[in-house]
T-cell receptor, first 115, second 115 residues
């Protein structure tokens, strides 16, 4: 069983739709949760970073973490064609960037927002 | 923030040869990482490269196959040795920003095809 599961899609929505992207995980030690966006032929870029449970909002993006269910979500409101990309969830049990820490990634969900 | 560049951006290589991928960061960083991203799959960490110490390899990856150099705080190389078609993948260099940054930055990737 993979530590992190993510529906690979592809997901296709009309412009303006609300998009929900989700990941489940099995390691209860994960405390740091991230969402990355990856455009075609580019490296991933960090979108949202959340510690422990709760919600975090940044513009049109909202990240939710439910540690009791081992479930995280990324919501995109008023989706735009420029949001078309692959979205990767990632998580870690220790503060990312410290010695010995490592991120575990989901497979990524490919999203297309149609004009 | 940190801007990461990689060379080459892509290459097509023959079985049995080796390729060295270069990673340059525009600022001094402590921790650098090398990932592999196979089509339709998540990012898999190959190794962590800290300046002044031996690289730390993840399970399934060995130094003889993926030797890494980290001569200073802005540069690293990954060599893919004795290549086989199974090594065809995108190889991504990554680094944490400056101390206190909560973000892991990625290079654009090197797309490797082994014939």
């Amino acid at each position: 069983q993979k530590e992190v599961e993510q529906d690979p899609g592809p997901l296709s929505v009309p412009e303006g739709a609300i998009v929900s992207l989700n990941c489940t995980y099995s390691n209860s030690a994960f405390q740091y949760f991230m969402w990355y966006r990856q455009y075609s032929r580019k490296g991933p870029e960090l979108l949202m970073y959340t510690y422990s449970s709760g919600n975090k909002e940044d513009g049109r993006f909202t990240a939710q973490v439910d540690k009791s269910s081992k479930y995280i979500s990324l919501f995109i409101r008023d989706s735009q064609p420029s949001d078309s990309a692959t979205y990767l969830c990632a998580m870690s049990d220790t503060f990312p960037g410290t010695s010995g820490s490592r991120l575990t990634f989901g497979e990524g969900t490919q999203l297309t927002v149609n004009p | 923030s940190a801007v990461i560049s990689q060379k080459p951006s892509r290459d097509i290589c023959q079985r049995g040869t080796s390729l060295t991928i270069q990673c340059q960061v525009d600022s001094q960083v402590t921790m650098m990482f090398w990932y592999r991203q196979q089509p339709g799959q998540s990012l898999t960490l190959i190794a962590t490269a800290n300046q002044g110490s031996e690289a730390t390899y993840e399970s399934g990856f060995v130094i003889d196959k993926f030797p890494i150099s980290r001569p200073n705080l802005t540069f690293s190389t990954l060599t893919v040795s004795n290549m086989s078609p199974e090594d065809s993948s995108i190889y991504l260099c990554s680094a944490w920003g400056r101390e206190g940054d909560n973000e892991q930055f990625f290079g654009p990737g090197t797309r490797l095809t082994v014939l």
